[in-house]
């Protein structure tokens, strides 16, 4: 049933659709099409009836429907007004065996990011993890995460703000001198010794988020005054998601030109040592590479901090 009115909406989205042509093309009576259609008009879609048939003139301002209405990406939306964790409902899915589904939530009680910190996910934000089944070896898997943060990135600016990349993937905006938090990214994964069963891509968006829901090292769209629609940013991301991981030898390229991190001094906190120097480069799949006083170094993960310049 929510396949068939998936159909429906696909076909309108390409504009006018006469009732007849519409039942033909997704083999179902024209009863049927009456039905979707309405269940459509109850779930906020306006539809109205021309005599060039079917047509949508009006799409709610948010929800699984209206984020896979126009999206130019092979996503199923599963959608969730409130939610532990999308993360943890991905994972799910994962399991159970599904791929290119993004679970997308108004809210979140159980949010977490990177070392297992709290993510605030009030109402007004992008909670998105999308599942995916990439034919990689496991040692690759984290370019999905550079991916995701190109992505988010994008999607920032594209509602008009300057927003770069910390590594590995915390999309960040200057503000007042100092730079504040407007997307973060968790990745998880399972596989095989050599090769990747599935990847889900968490990701948290402060978009139409009231900065008293905010904690004071973050920001988000609404208050920077840039465009927090956010049915638009979730349409941004997918599409740019999909777009780098159809080309993965571009993601590398599209991070350095969005980073904030490199030819800045840094720390990184490894979990067993720390690590400072001038940031030089990244190295697939998303090594980040440290000029230190003894040499450079390849740094696989751990948690990285902006030093002020000597």
Known sequence: MQETRRRVLDALAEGPV?????AERLDVSRAAV?????????AGFGIESTDAGYRVIEVPAYGGLAVEFGLDAPFTVEYHEEIDSTNRRARELAVEGASDVAVLAGAQTGGRGRLDREWSSPPGGVYLSVVCRPDLPTAHAPVYTLAAAVAATRAAREAGVDAGIKWPNDVLVPVGGEERKLVGILTEMEGEADRVSWVLVGTGANVD??????PGTATSLRELGADADRRAFAQRYLRAFEDLRSAPDSILPAWREHTLTLGRRVRVETGSEVIEGEAVDVAFPGALLVETDTGERRVPAGDCEHLRPI
Not at 18 to 22: C, F, H, I, K, T
Not at 34 to 40: D, P, Q, T, Y
Request: hydrophobic share 40%; net charge negative; proline share 15%.
């Open 18 to 22: 006469p009732g007849p042509e519409l």
């Open 209 to 214: 988020v009231p900065a008293s829901e905010l």
């Open 34 to 42: 009456w039905k979707h259609v309405e269940a459509l008009r109850e």
